[in-house]
């Protein structure tokens, strides 16, 4: 038919479309695909289709990973492939070379799924003889499984003959030399060792689909029983576990992943193509390549681990809990080989011993999940800033659910959860990885940079850290509200109230805090939501602190609305934004500091927000120590809106880089306790009680 050109992307052929030509590549590559995702490259000198049977329709996907050409040819018999090989008697011990190349690898294929398959079946018979001991040991009766009884033994297919494997595998070893002495005698004899290796394809992708039929039989009827098994065993293990003098010197964890799919209760063709997965992801040495395979499978891990986690998580709220389960929540972990054996002995150890936050503020994210699940908070706002109600109503008004679906969905806790899931969730746990390029949802020690026991977050940690934050920048998540008591006659008085937020715990091996929301919903007396690595690799003060920084930002521009800019109505992003922008005309500030703000501008690609956090981020590490690195100008934004303490106020009092914020500081706190002080006083001479929240104001005026 001709000469035919392609470029990369491009499918040649697809799983199901009729096969009607034969071509030869003459220039590039192309990736071979089957239904099971398997894999390999066919380049110049190759036969498409090969393997392929006559009239029938394609099982392999061709797509082009190069640009390139091959030539075509009409094929509906096995005379019109003499005919093409014929056509081209030149270039046949090439052809035929390449179709050894073929069969070789398809034998290889068939050989590691039958000693798969067969591994599978001998597994399943180890743990029927070991389900009774098992039974006995936890004083429970054993059930009689009756679909165990429809599993044959695997006996291996005769598609293809030993002694086909074995000249398959000779003629692979003597490749280079037929060349030479054997394909140069006579022509045939590379057409018959092309159309043997046809014949040879064909027998053993019959031989790959029975193993397979084999096999999804296995999975299915042994799968009551494997649930039960894993379950029990996983049981057994922690009795021995909990046994053990100390939880140093614990039994070994062992199939973990089997113990955390059978507990999930996952749909089966998910948990056994997570299982497929996460098994070929330990194969990868380079666990950081950007190959076109390894961004697959990390994307195919990444959609089943969300569904696995949601199902787990379901499954957790009605049975008891494997610990396996409890450290997947936690800690991403799925399999104690890509874990390493230290570190599963070290997330068991944080699983047992986790104390979770008595104020409910700092938490893991399967703890918080679950507030959302149970109603206790609403869910976080999606990517594109709508909340769970404004979700479904954007899918009411595009169609895709109508006026029933979302009365239902609006009250359904687990669609509540679900959207929490696939939004803050999914995109959370993304961003504080770090690294999204490479992003693996599930515990890899490849990812380890720092010792887990100093990078491990729980909640003693990062109580300590908010800590220190608060006090240094007292008034850090303090926000202003209008208090009124008409009994008292209090119509109008303003109180500084701290809302803490919630600091969820991602179950990630990761480098960055996100601030997902400062607020909930509207409401501007609710506590934001920070998220950060459960394991954080990089130095967790100074990623809290840009939190805090981001936070303050966040929540001004909240408060402030449409006027966050405008210096008309002075609060800290008005300000730092017009000295940001009108920096260059300020006589405040020397050639050479607005060169640094220049230099500032441009590493944070002229966004303000950035520039800000990273000024605040000085001024809390190095600032309140007298360590001066900003600018008059921006110390003095800071210093008014994000005052130190008292106590580091007093030690910067004679420092006159601060005498002038420190004196606007001072005459302002003076007149609000001096409103404070006069309505106690005007309450005591009235014999009236005084109302905690004015107590609360001076107490929080005297920080």
């Excluded at 891990?301 to 696995?308: E, F």
């Excluded at 720092?450 to 850290?465: F, G, W």
Aim: aromatic residues 12%.
């Amino acid at each position: 038919m001709g000469i035919v050109k392609f470029k990369a992307g491009d499918v040649i052929h697809d799983v199901g479309d009729s096969i009607s030509t034969m071509e030869i590549v003459t220039k590039g590559s192309i990736k071979v695909t089957d239904c099971n995702e398997g894999n390999f490259v066919i380049k110049a000198g190759s036969i498409i289709g090969i393997g392929e049977e006559i009239a029938k329709c394609y099982k392999f996907r061709y797509v082009a990973q190069t640009e390139g050409s091959y030539y075509s040819y009409n094929y509906s018999s096995l005379a019109d492939v003499e005919r093409v090989l014929d056509a081209n008697e030149k270039i046949l011990p090439i052809l035929a070379r390449t179709a050894i190349d073929a069969v070789l690898l398809s034998a290889n294929v068939v050989t590691k799924q039958y000693e798969r398959v067969s591994t599978e079946y001998t597994q399943l018979m180890d743990n029927l003889k070991e389900y009774p001991k098992i039974c006995k040991q936890l004083g429970q009766e054993p059930r009689d499984f009756t679909d165990l009884g429809k599993i044959a033994a695997l006996a291996k297919e005769v598609n293809a003959n030993s002694w086909q494997y074995d000249f398959i595998y000779a003629l692979a070893r003597h490749k280079e030399e037929l060349n030479d002495s054997f394909f140069a005698l006579d022509s045939k004899l590379a057409k018959g060792v092309i159309l043997m290796a046809d014949e040879l394809l064909i027998k053993f992708s019959h031989e790959m689909e029975d193993l397979n039929l084999y096999n999804e039989a296995l999975v299915r009827h042994a799968l009551s029983f494997r649930q039960e098994f894993v379950l029990l065993r996983s049981r057994f293990e922690e009795n021995k576990r909990n046994e053990a003098q100390d939880i140093e010197n614990a039994p070994a964890i062992k199939n973990a992943l089997d113990t955390i799919l059978h507990y999930s209760g996952l749909d089966a063709e998910i948990a056994g193509r997570f299982k497929v997965n996460v098994n070929n992801y330990k194969e990868i040495e380079n666990k950081f390549e950007s190959t076109d395979h390894i961004r697959k499978l990390r994307k195919d891990i990444g959609r089943d681990y969300l569904d696995l986690y949601k199902a787990v998580l379901l499954n957790s709220l009605i049975t008891d809990m494997p610990v396996e389960a409890r450290m997947f929540l936690y800690f991403g972990f799925v399999d104690e080989d890509l874990a390493g054996e230290d570190n599963t002995k070290t997330l068991y150890k944080f699983a047992k011993l986790w104390e979770a936050d008595e104020k409910g503020k700092y938490l893991t994210a399967y703890d918080w999940l679950i507030k959302v699940y149970n109603g206790e908070v609403p869910p976080s706002r999606n990517d594109f800033d709508l909340d769970f109600e404004g979700d479904l109503k954007e899918k009411k008004r595009s169609g895709d659910i109508d006026e029933k679906e979302y009365n239902r969905l609006l009250t359904s806790n687990e669609a509540k959860l679900d959207f929490e899931i696939r939004n803050m969730f999914a995109s959370g746990n993304r961003v504080t990885y770090g690294r999204v390029t490479t992003y693996i949802p599930i515990f890899d020690k490849a990812n380890i940079i720092k010792p887990l026991d100093l990078a491990y977050v729980d909640v003693a940690t990062i109580t300590k850290v908010i800590n220190k934050v608060r006090e240094t920048d007292y008034s850090v998540f303090y926000r202003e509200r209008v208090y009124a008591n008409a009994d008292l006659g209090i119509t109008k008085f303003f109180v500084d109230q701290e809302i803490i937020p919630y600091v969820i715990l991602m179950p990630n091996l990761g480098s960055r805090g996100f601030l997902w929301q400062d607020i909930e919903g509207r409401k501007r007396d609710t506590p934001g939501r920070m998220l950060i690595s459960i394991f954080h690799m990089v130095d967790l003060e100074d990623t809290v602190l840009k939190l805090c920084g981001e936070f303050r930002w966040e929540l001004c521009k909240t408060v402030q609305g449409v006027y966050w800019n405008n210096v008309q109505d002075p609060s800290l992003t008005s300000e730092y934004c017009d000295y940001l922008q009108f920096y260059k005309k300020n006589s405040s500030l020397s050639s050479d500091h607005k060169e640094k703000v220049r230099t500032a501008l441009k590493k944070h690609n002229n966004n303000y927000r950035e520039v800000f956090i990273a000024d605040y981020l000085s001024y809390m590490k190095y600032e309140r120590n007298g360590s001066l690195r900003l600018n008059k100008v921006a110390r003095g934004i800071i210093a008014n809106y994000c005052t130190f303490s008292k106590e580091i106020r007093t030690g910067l009092m004679s420092n006159p880089q601060y005498a002038e914020s420190m004196k606007r500081f001072v005459i302002a706190h003076k007149d609000k306790v001096s409103q404070v002080d006069n309505l106690i006083r005007k309450l005591d001479s009235k014999g009236l009680e005084i109302p905690t929240e004015v107590y609360e104001q001076r107490d929080y005026l005297n920080f």
